[in-house]
C-alpha cells in the first residue's frame, strides 16, 4: 500500500501563491524597460576618482577630483583633473576630429584618437543592455552595460548619471559628485597652451590638427589612467556611431 501524502502546510501554500501571482504580475505587466537618459548638450559635472588599488591605472597621485565640461553644439569635451594636494592641474581637451591635449603649467601631450566626442545619445541611442537596479552611495539606480566597455549608473528619480565604471584590466570607476546641465566654459580655458605647439609648427595651423609627437611631455604622470579612460570612450563614441 502506498503512503498517504501529506497535504503541504497551509503557510507554505500561501508562499506559493504569492510567489506565482508575483511572478504573473511581473510577466503580464508590459512595462518597457528602462531607458537611459540622453545627456544634456553642455553641462558640468565633478567626478571623483580613487585609483589607490589600481596602481596599473596611473603613476601619479591615485585620488582626484575632475571637471568635466561637455559641449556639444562645440564638439568638445574639456576635463580638468585637479590631484591631491597638486597646485597644478591638468588639462584634457578632446576635439571631435580625434584630437586630445594633455598639458599642465609646463608639458604638454597631443594623441590622435580614430573617432571624436561621444554624442548625448551614445548610451541612450541603442546598444546599451539594461541591468536591473542598484544602490550606489545609498542613491536608487537604473543600471546599463554597453559595448563590454562600461557600467553606467543613473539615477532612478531624476536622469542624473552617478557613476560609470570601465570592464577593462585597470577597473577605473568615476563617481558623479555635482552635475549642472547647461553650465559652459568659457573659450579661453579650451585654448591649448603654446608649449604644445614647437616652434617649427606652422602658426595658423588649426588648434586639434597639431602632430602627435608635439611636446611629448616627460612626466608619465601625465595621464596613464586618463589615457585609457580616453580610449574606452573613444570606443564607446565609435559604437555609438554604429547604432
Known amino acids: 500500500m502506498a503512503p498517504t501524502r501529506c497535504p503541504p502546510p497551509p503557510l507554505l501554500l500561501l508562499l506559493l501563491l504569492f510567489a506565482a501571482a508575483a511572478t504573473v504580475a511581473e510577466d503580464a505587466s508590459g512595462l518597457p524597460l528602462p531607458s537611459p537618459t540622453p545627456w544634456p548638450e ?9 585609483l589607490t588599488n589600481y596602481s596599473s591605472a596611473s603613476t601619479g597621485p591615485p585620488l582626484r577630483i575632475t571637471d568635466l565640461y561637455y559641449d556639444w553644439p562645440r564638439r568638445r569635451n574639456l576635463n ?60 536608487d539606480c537604473h543600471v546599463w552595460g554597453k559595448a563590454g566597455l562600461i557600467v553606467y549608473y543613473e539615477e532612478a528619480a531624476t536622469g542624473r548619471p552617478v557613476r560609470w565604471d570601465f570592464l577593462d ?28 605647439f614647437p616652434p617649427d609648427d606652422d602658426d595658423d595651423a588649426e588648434q586639434g590638427k597639431g602632430n602627435d609627437d608635439v611636446a611629448s611631455s616627460s612626466k608619465e604622470e601625465v595621464g596613464v589612467a586618463m589615457l585609457e579612460a580616453a580610449r574606452l570612450l573613444r570606443k564607446l563614441a565609435g559604437a555609438a556611431a554604429t547604432f
Open 42 to 50: 553642455r553641462f558640468h559635472a565633478v567626478l571623483f576618482t580613487n
Open 80 to 139: 580638468l583633473v585637479r590631484h591631491q594636494l597638486s597646485a597644478d592641474p591638468l588639462y584634457d581637451v578632446e576635439w571631435n576630429n580625434g584630437t586630445a591635449f594633455y598639458f599642465d603649467s609646463s608639458t604638454c601631450r597631443v594623441v590622435r584618437f580614430p573617432v571624436g566626442v561621444l554624442p548625448p545619445w551614445w548610451l541612450s541611442g541603442g546598444g546599451a543592455e539594461y541591468a536591473g537596479r542598484a544602490v550606489s552611495g545609498g542613491i
Open 169 to 196: 584590466d585597470d577597473g577605473i570607476k568615476q563617481y558623479v559628485i555635482r552635475f549642472e546641465p547647461g553650465v559652459a566654459l568659457e573659450d579661453a580655458q579650451w585654448q591649448a597652451p603654446a608649449h604644445c
